[in-house]
């Protein structure tokens, strides 16, 4: 092993492995503006790439064992691992994931050293775990020459947190990271992977602010949820509840269920309403009743996000807002006026730190 220092900040690959890497490759972040927990009832969703990316840089390791080693920056943290044996660690669930799932389609994955720079926020909603996981897999294929198209690297990336990293997520995430810009919105149809651009409504601009309140999706009722939509859809007597168009068909189901369904049916008709409307009055008012519905039907927020809205939702220039991602913590989002997100950060941080929170600006990453 060539490892020759690391930690007390040292960040780079040539100061952790003494060479320099092989392929480095990218992913970025994600926020969702509209469809949330739609992509695992196969709805639609309405995500757009962040600035903040993850790199994954990568050599072939010179050892001759058949230990892989992974540093990443952010954690300071380096963790060893041979394939066929997951790391305990949770962010190398996510790389060990992936190689191991390129490895069951055919990738000759050699033993590596690999180095993970991000400036994704992690645990705030945006998607840090895509972002590892599609660059992870954007780098085997630039090393390995093997050819992975960008739906077959969502997809395999996708398989890698379910099956690595405890989360029934849905494709969403994976898709956005791999697929999504920054100037435009991904309008994505789960079920078929159909998807097109969407620009944002004009005079408008994305606005993402953090609770304060972490959330890790694994450890929160994500699954839970997940498995009452599988519930209500059996009740139902359908595959998903993407099949759904009749809101009033939940009212037959015991609560929660009808809850939960008239969140999804109501959710997928505001995603498809928004990526047609081309108006950012009407866009923020489907984003403030996704926040209601998300609170109310699907129960997924908490006192803070709610606070944080609320705040958002107030201010003369925010045109709509809601809490972005799985919820139970995490961020919210806003559209906005474009020439105003430094002015309203500003007003909204410091009436909710007034009420005794603290949060912060996670989009734009710099003003
Ligand atoms: C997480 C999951 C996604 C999606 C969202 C909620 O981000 O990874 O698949 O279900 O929550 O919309």
């Given at each position: 092993m060539q490892l020759r220092f690391y930690g007390g900040g040292v960040s780079s690959f040539e100061a952790v492995f003494g060479n320099s890497p092989e392929v480095v490759a990218r992913a970025p972040g994600r926020v969702n503006l509209l469809g949330e927990h739609t992509d695992y009832n196969e709805g639609y969703v309405l995500p757009i790439a962040i600035e903040q990316q993850?790199?994954?840089?990568?050599?072939?390791?010179?050892?001759?064992?058949?230990?892989?080693?992974?540093?990443?920056?952010?954690?300071?943290?380096?963790?060893?691992?041979?394939l066929g044996k997951s790391p305990t660690e949770h962010f190398a669930t996510y790389v060990y994931g992936c190689l191991m799932e390129a490895r069951a389609v055919g990738v000759k994955v050699p033993v590596l050293d690999i180095?993970?720079?991000?400036?994704?926020?992690?645990?705030?909603?945006?998607?840090?775990?895509?972002?590892?996981?599609?660059?992870?897999?954007?780098?085997?294929?630039?090393?390995?020459?093997?050819?992975?198209?960008?739906?077959?690297?969502?997809?395999?990336?996708q398989r890698a947190e379910i099956q690595y990293a405890g989360v029934r997520c849905g494709i969403m995430d994976q898709m956005a990271a791999s697929l999504a810009g920054t100037r435009e919105a991904l309008l994505l149809d789960t079920l078929t992977l159909e998807r097109r651009l969407v620009p944002l409504p004009p005079a408008s601009a994305v606005l993402v602010l953090d609770s304060g309140v972490a959330r890790t999706l694994a450890g929160s009722g994500y699954n839970q949820r997940r498995?009452?939509?599988?519930?209500?859809?059996?009740?139902?007597?359908?595959?998903?509840l993407r099949d759904l168009q009749d809101v009033s068909l939940a009212d037959a189901l015991p609560e929660p269920l009808s809850r939960r369904v008239r969140h999804i049916v109501s959710e997928n008709?505001?995603?498809?309403?928004?990526?047609?409307?081309?108006?950012?009055?009407?866009?923020?008012m489907l984003m403030n009743a996704s926040h209601a519905s998300l609170r109310d039907d699907y129960e997924v927020s908490v006192s803070q996000l709610d606070q944080l809205v609320t705040l958002l939702q107030a201010h003369p220039d925010?045109?709509?807002?809601?809490?972005?991602?799985?919820?139970?913590?995490?961020?919210?989002?806003?559209?906005?006026?474009?020439?105003?997100l430094q002015q309203i950060s500003e007003a909204v941080l410091q009436d909710y730190s007034n009420v005794g929170l603290k949060g912060g600006v996670l989009v734009p990453p710099h003003w």
């Open positions: 993850t790199s994954v840089s990568v050599s072939v390791s010179h050892s001759n064992s058949e230990q892989y080693a992974l540093y990443s920056e952010t954690l300071d943290d380096i963790v060893y691992f041979t180095y993970i720079q991000s400036d994704v926020p992690m645990g705030a909603g945006l998607s840090s775990s895509a972002a590892l996981e599609v660059a992870t897999l954007r780098v085997l294929r630039v090393l390995t020459g093997f050819p992975l198209d960008d739906v077959q690297i969502a997809q395999l990336a498995a009452e939509c599988e519930e209500a859809a059996r009740q139902l007597g359908v595959s998903t008709a505001r995603v498809l309403r928004a990526a047609e409307c081309n108006n950012a009055e009407e866009f923020g925010v045109y709509g807002a809601r809490l972005t991602g799985a919820g139970f913590g995490g961020a919210c989002v806003a559209l906005c006026k474009p020439g105003s």
